[in-house]
């Protein structure tokens, strides 16, 4: 089973700033990579699939980057609703698995 | 618009049995492997099953293989997920999951049911 290993545990920014989020694979993934998003009490949501693709009705904001076993994801310019609990998946093999969520909170 | 509808969760004794239902609606569901994801309260999404279109092919976590079953009824666009032998370590909102065309990434999502396993 591959781990995903998300960084850091909990990230503290302000609305304007820019967040970078980790994503680390036991083995690689190739680029089988994608972050959902999961805010308070609501199901998640795909942001990213394939390392960089940004699923329908996804701000530009939000990219992604990274190969093998590191992963990025950034939201450039937070907004106020960008604070949630973000998710790395793999589909490289089974089963699949998720990162253990980074937590992005308002400073 | 997609809409995914999930039903059946409840509180059950440790070593029963509870079947969950997906309805879902606005695409062509025939066409769509589905999933079921998993998240214990206050912790992260787990991965528990998927099927194929037409449910030839199933995968499952080992976690649960043996005693969750996934099936579909296409005629009836809905997605099951048969529980038996169920663990206090079951306990969690069990979300349905819709495929993005084959991909196993999950584009849209139910509102998850509960399911609660306590004596």
């Known amino acids: 089973e591959i781990v995903l290993t998300q960084s850091p545990a909990t990230l503290s920014l302000s609305p304007g700033e820019r967040a970078t989020l980790s994503c680390r694979a036991s083995?690689?993934?190739?680029?089988?990579l994608a972050w959902y998003q999961q805010k308070r009490g609501q199901a998640p949501r795909l942001l990213l699939y394939d390392t960089s693709n940004r699923a329908t009705g996804i701000p530009a904001r939000f990219s992604g980057s990274g190969s093998g076993t590191d992963f990025t994801l950034t939201i450039s310019i937070l907004e106020p609703e960008d604070f949630a609990v973000y998710y790395c998946?793999?589909?490289?093999?089974?089963?699949?698995?998720f990162g253990q969520g980074t937590r992005l909170e308002i400073k | 618009e997609v809409q995914l509808v999930e039903s059946g969760g409840g509180l059950v004794q440790p070593g029963g049995s509870l079947r969950l239902s997906c309805a879902a609606s606005?695409?062509?569901?025939?066409?769509?492997?589905m999933h079921w994801v998993r998240q214990a309260p206050g912790k992260g999404l787990v991965w528990v099953s998927r099927i194929d279109g037409d449910g030839s092919y199933t995968n499952y976590a080992d976690s649960v293989k043996g005693r969750f079953t996934i099936s579909r009824d296409n005629a009836k666009n809905t997605v099951y997920l048969q529980m038996h032998s169920l663990r206090a370590e079951d306990t969690a909102v069990y979300y349905c999951?819709?495929?993005?065309?084959?991909?196993?990434?999950?584009?849209?999502w139910g509102q998850g049911t509960l399911v609660t396993v306590s004596s």
């Open positions: 998946q793999h589909r490289s093999n089974w089963p699949l698995t």
């Open positions: 606005g695409f062509t569901f025939s066409s769509y492997w």
């Open positions: 083995q690689s993934v190739g680029g089988y």
């Open positions: 999951a819709r495929d993005l065309k084959v991909t196993n990434w999950f584009d849209s």
